[in-house]
């Protein structure tokens, strides 16, 4: 190679070299997260297949809880619900109804009843399961969720709501303060049919295999393109 093809090559290496180091290091990264949502994604599937067991005490304990069923023991105090705008799986638009549960020992935690189109949003559309008296709720332990860039502010004067704000919540239904996680209620079937329970999205979106093989992918090709371009550019200085 003479010395004006290495020169030529040298920063179009520099840049390569450069670009192959960090198309790489992105498919590695992927491998990586790869194998920490796979982990993710066992730990939510034991937790889904689990007995239910009594309410955490503390945040802590319902952090290792999420998403594993439970059981609450208390009443529902329906004249305080909560309208959380959703999308049922089977694409129809209306709402969560989020009530406000007194446990036996006097606690307030808000549970997540399940799905209503928008013409069963107002409870007498739906006497039938406004649930009286003292009964048991089983469901999925939830801890809310950031908020999303997109995510619209909640009305709390409409009582229209786009987000878990358990504090917010609280506040808008009166009854004081509240337990910092909720209850999704599940698929045990309410009288009358609504609200419909067992709307938790549990699966874990996990892309990053293809995203591994595609800066992988990536990585082969600027090598080919780098070796075809100091071909031809070693022939132009020949």
Do not use: C
Not at 21 to 37: M, S
Not at 211 to 236: C, G, K, M, P, Q
């Amino acid at each position: 190679m003479t010395e004006q093809t290495h020169r030529s090559l040298l920063w179009p290496t520099i840049w390569s070299v450069l670009g192959l180091l960090l198309l790489l290091g992105l498919g590695t990264w992927q491998v990586q997260r790869l194998a920490w949502k796979e982990g993710l994604i066992a730990e939510r599937n034991v937790a889904l297949a689990a007995t239910p067991v009594p309410l955490p005490k503390t945040l802590d304990e319902a952090r290792a809880l999420e998403f594993h069923p439970v059981r609450a023991e208390g009443q529902f105090l329906n004249e305080h619900e909560l309208y959380l705008n959703a999308q049922a799986f089977s694409g129809d638009q209306g709402f969560h109804v989020v009530t406000p549960f007194r446990l036996s020992d006097g606690r307030i935690i808000f549970i997540d009843r399940g799905f209503v189109p928008t013409a069963r949003q107002a409870p007498s559309s739906r006497e039938a399961g406004q649930i009286a008296g003292a009964t048991a709720v089983t469901g999925l332990l939830r801890l809310p969720e950031p908020l999303g860039y997109f995510t619209p502010a909640n009305e709390l004067q409409k009582n229209s709501w786009f987000s878990i704000d358990l504090p917010a919540m609280a506040r808008a239904a009166g009854v004081g303060s509240a337990l910092p996680f909720y209850v999704d209620a599940d698929k045990t079937p309410n009288q009358g049919g609504w609200p419909q329970g067992g709307q938790t999205i549990t699966d874990l979106p996990n892309n990053h295999l293809q995203y591994a093989i595609t800066w992988y992918a990536l990585a082969v090709a600027l090598i080919a393109i780098y070796i075809r371009f100091a071909i031809r550019r070693r022939r132009s200085n020949a």
